[in-house]
């Protein structure tokens, strides 16, 4: 079984530039997730999908971060404008029940 | 916001001794506590869980041990080797009827195991 596929793998911006970041989950896994990791600590959910339903934005910076599933299978999540403090890895999960898959990450540094 | 406080921060064991983890959690919507270890550039891969209608669970080397009314639990490496060495993250779900499926994450420790 394919794990979570994720790309890029590395992706290096100026601040104010546009990003975005694709993840296609786990055959058959409803449940999609969004977190960033940032240096040194555990990852923090950004949001959660439900099949195309977005059921949990609360943590997801409105005003520069927006994230779609359609069809709701492939998934992606888009910063824009990118500030400094945007620098992580972003991590995509998918899940059918309670255990969530993480796939490779991409890791952001913003300049 | 409710937390998920891990500890130690960092763990250097001897190959062959036995590592331990703590975590210690609030208010969760459901029981089901998972391990995840993470090697550097890489996402964290799922480890061992436990849905605790028992109070352990072991998978080879590795024992996740639940004390529902203290609010905790621990990962203990059993033979520890330097392949172990890690990142590793407990999680339990957040507290609420309504937040099934989120899970908060500790901050994670990094285990090294000396050869």
């Known amino acids: 079984e394919a794990g979570v596929v994720q790309s890029p793998r590395y992706k290096i911006i100026e601040k104010k530039q546009p990003v975005a970041f694709w993840c296609n989950p786990i055959?058959?896994?409803?449940?999609l997730y969004w977190y960033r990791q940032n240096l040194g600590q555990g990852p923090e959910l950004l949001i959660r999908y439900e099949n195309e339903e977005a059921v949990d934005d609360s943590q997801l910076p409105k005003d520069r971060f927006s994230a779609e599933r359609l069809k709701g299978v492939d998934s992606t999540l888009k910063i824009q404008p990118a500030e400094l403090g945007d620098s992580a890895v972003y991590l995509c999960?998918?899940?059918?029940?309670?255990?969530?898959?993480f796939g490779p990450g991409t890791r952001l540094t913003v300049t | 916001q409710q937390q998920v406080k891990q500890s130690p921060q960092s763990l250097i064991v001897q190959k062959g001794g036995i590592s331990i983890i703590n975590c210690a959690y609030e208010n969760t919507a459901f029981d089901y506590f998972p391990w995840y270890q993470q090697f550097p550039g890489k996402g964290p891969a799922l480890l061992i869980a436990?849905?605790?209608?028992?109070s352990e669970k072991k998978e080879g080397r590795f024992t996740i041990s639940f004390n529902k009314s203290a609010k905790q639990f621990s990962l203990h490496i059993m033979d520890s080797q330097p392949g172990d060495s890690a990142t590793y993250f407990c999680?339990?779900?957040?507290?609420?009827?309504?937040?099934?499926?989120?899970?908060?994450f500790g901050q994670g420790t990094t285990l090294q195991v000396k050869p």
């Open positions: 999680a339990a779900p957040l507290g609420g009827s309504s937040n099934t499926g989120k899970l908060i």
């Open positions: 999960a998918s899940s059918r029940s309670y255990e969530q898959y």
């Open positions: 055959s058959g896994h409803n449940t």
């Open positions: 436990i849905r605790p209608d028992v």
